[in-house]
């Protein structure tokens, strides 16, 4: 009677053991679950953050002026107009292998002749030819800021007049001989493209413009 009573006794506190085993592994169970969500939520609240940072960081800079210079198309050679001072004509990129200009390279930038260059006629397009402010081109230097480019409309044709830090130079732009680049520099100006920038080379033969990121690097 008595054996049978303790292999009773023994058999519940095995079940009771069980039940508590079980209990506890539920309780371990729902800890893990709820430190999971906690952890799942922190981090995605953390991520969100991250994100919400770097939308509100300013944008680089360097990056963003390369960024502009790479958004303008190409437009293609119109070799005619002779490179003789005042002439104002598309600057392109030279090949490294041949140090000769790439065929139908160029973009915004642009350069003003102090005095003739006939050796660019080969391969550089003229647009343009300075009919008022020469003064101002010879009085340019490194770093002087080009203010503004506007077009105006006048009775023997169009002209692009830039508002420099030394004063301001009238372009006339030749239709006739460069269609295409001249349709081209117009939607550049119109679009204020060309506002805030730097003559970033100036030499005792020519000046030039056009690259946000080369204005802001040699500044």
Partial sequence: MKQKRKEELKKKEEERRKQLRARALEAAGIVLAVALTVFLVLLIN???????????????PVEEARSKDE????????????????????AKPSDPATNEPVPDSATSEFYILKRDARHLDPGYTV?????????VVDELEAGDLLY????EEGEAGRNIAL???????KIRL?????????????DL???????GLTWYRVEDWVVQTGSHLRSLTSS
């Fill in 127 to 135: 647009f343009g030819n300075v009919v008022e402010g020469m003064d």
């Fill in 71 to 90: 958004s303008v198309p190409t437009v293609p050679d119109e070799i005619g107009a002779p490179n003789v001072r005042g002439a104002v004509g598309m």
């Fill in 148 to 151: 503004s480019a506007e077009l």
């Fill in 189 to 195: 100006v119109q679009s204020g493209f060309y506002n």
């Fill in 174 to 186: 030749l239709e006739e001989e460069a269609p295409q680049t001249v349709a081209h520099l117009v």
């Fill in 46 to 60: 953390h991520l969100k953050e991250n994100e919400g940072a770097k939308e509100n960081q300013a944008p680089d």
């Fill in 163 to 169: 508002i420099t830090s030394k004063g301001p130079i």
